[in-house]
């Protein structure tokens, strides 16, 4: 599987959302032969909606799935406790995580469980984030729920 072409989908709900001044973190949900079934990004400041995480919103575009096990949840950033509990709730097999510099997110206790977690430390995704934390900390600090430590 070339998990950087199924990266690149994430990565561009990731710019839309940047692009809408929203938080840019992008995902998609793929079948084992990398077929797309849902994509997704946070829509937080778009939407007013804190539950719109690019992974909820892109395995809720996917609709019903029978089984997760086969299926690769792809995300521009580590996945928070909210979407690690989602994937570890819905037994999803394999998380691409576009990057862990500027989150570190959950990714032992994904593996613990079981979960094949694939690191990519892609540049691109660094440099968005990067870019959206030092803009717009407030609203970043915000959305993983740490904003009583830094405002
Ligand atoms: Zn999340």
Not at 15 to 44: H, K, S, T
Not at 62 to 67: D, L, P, S
Not at 82 to 101: D, H, K, M, P
Request: hydrophobic share 40%; with cysteine.
């Amino acid at each position: 599987m070339n998990y950087e072409n199924l990266l690149a989908i994430a990565y561009e709900e990731a710019q839309i959302g940047f692009e809408e001044g929203g938080v840019p973190v992008g995902a998609a949900l793929f079948d084992a032969d990398g077929n797309l079934l849902g994509r997704g990004r946070n829509r937080r400041v778009q939407d007013n909606d804190p539950s719109v995480h690019g992974e909820t919103d892109a395995f809720r575009k996917a609709g019903r799935q029978t089984n997760y096990r086969d299926k690769i949840l792809v995300t521009t950033l580590a996945p928070c406790w909210y979407c690690s509990g989602l994937i570890r709730q819905f037994n999803i097999g394999t998380v691409v995580v576009g990057e862990a510099e500027n989150f570190e997110g959950h990714l032992d206790w994904l593996r613990e469980a079981g979960v094949n977690v694939v690191e990519m430390h892609d540049p691109h995704c660094i440099a968005l984030m990067k870019r959206f934390i030092k803009e717009s900390p407030h609203v970043w600090f915000e959305d993983i729920g740490e904003c009583d430590q830094h405002i």
